[in-house]
């Protein structure tokens, strides 16, 4: 899910790196002539069937590229950030070694652009056998920044295989079912989420249900008041291979403070991709 307000307050906290991420000009004349693009396609915004989740949300991001292969080894998508009214250009694609190649992008002439942050999705063609094997896989993506004359580029590594794993905010996710924890009988056929405090009240194990190697990445969980906690989890990326088991996975989580040593109800809201979401109320068993 993009977020505007998310991305101005990037732009804003990375103004130290603007020269490298954003060009924010307001009417600036130009010499004439574009980059000409090695790309398959170029076209605004995040792919809603991308197989990683959006950069937005992690804490250490600032406004690097992004990217993944294929499953089917053909073609190498690189995300860009830049200004979404004159967005970087892919003007080079070329294999370092095995396991890594290099990617140009580069800004249009000096114009009058936008002053945000915006994603732009760049499909390129997977040289000729490279990127074939198990991996691991990256690129090193340059972005030129040249529209004014000679500067210096910013070069970053994008792990392009394999995917990265959605980021999940458990301490640990685990297959299967703790041992000193016993589901309902009826548990499997419902196929709903489950909560057990750990020893002593020091964690908090909720078990969710579905692929066994796809469980949904935990967001957010705070402390609604001493008897009710709150958990969030978020969609998984789109285009991800998942078994087709159906199964418990248990996330472990710290408990937040505050916690009364009473009855306390957990709040599960499960994300799905287009913006549904399951919703439960369940108690935290001992």
């Known amino acids: ?51 990683i989740s959006e950069p937005l949300f992690d804490v250490d991001w600032r406004g690097e590229p992004v990217g993944w292969l294929a499953d089917d080894r053909a073609t190498i998508t690189i995300v860009s950030y830049w200004s979404s009214s004159c967005p970087l250009i892919a003007t080079a694609i070329d294999v370092l070694d095995d396991a890594t190649v290099a990617i140009e992008l580069r800004p249009a002439p000096a114009q009058a652009c936008t002053d945000d942050l915006a994603p732009h999705t760049h499909v390129l063609p997977v040289p000729e056998g490279w990127g074939q094997g198990d991996g691991p896989y990256s690129a090193e993506v340059t972005r030129a920044n040249d529209a004014f004359g000679a500067a210096e580029p910013v070069v970053t590594t994008t792990v392009l295989w394999p995917w990265p794993e959605p980021a999940t905010i458990a301490t640990q996710t685990l297959r299967g079912v703790p041992d000193d924890v016993t589901l309902p009988t009826d548990a499997l056929d419902k196929g709903e989420p489950l909560a057990f405090w750990g020893p002593d009240r020091q964690s908090l194990r909720v078990i969710t249900w579905g692929s066994s190697s796809c469980p949904p990445p935990a967001t957010l969980l705070t402390l609604v008041d001493e008897s009710r906690l709150s958990l969030v989890f978020g969609p998984l990326p789109a285009g991800r291979a998942c078994t087709a088991d159906f199964g418990p996975t248990t996330h472990v989580f710290e408990v937040p403070d505050g916690v009364g040593a009473d009855a306390v109800t957990l709040d599960v809201r499960i994300e799905q991709r287009g913006g549904s979401a399951q919703q439960y109320s369940i108690p935290i068993a001992d």
């Open 1 to 51: 899910m993009r977020t505007p307000a998310r991305l101005r307050a990037l732009t804003t906290g990375t103004a130290a790196l603007a020269a490298g991420v954003v060009i924010a000009l307001t009417g600036c004349a130009g010499t004439s002539g574009a980059p000409s693009s090695v790309a398959l396609s170029e076209a605004p915004g995040f792919p809603a069937d991308a197989p």
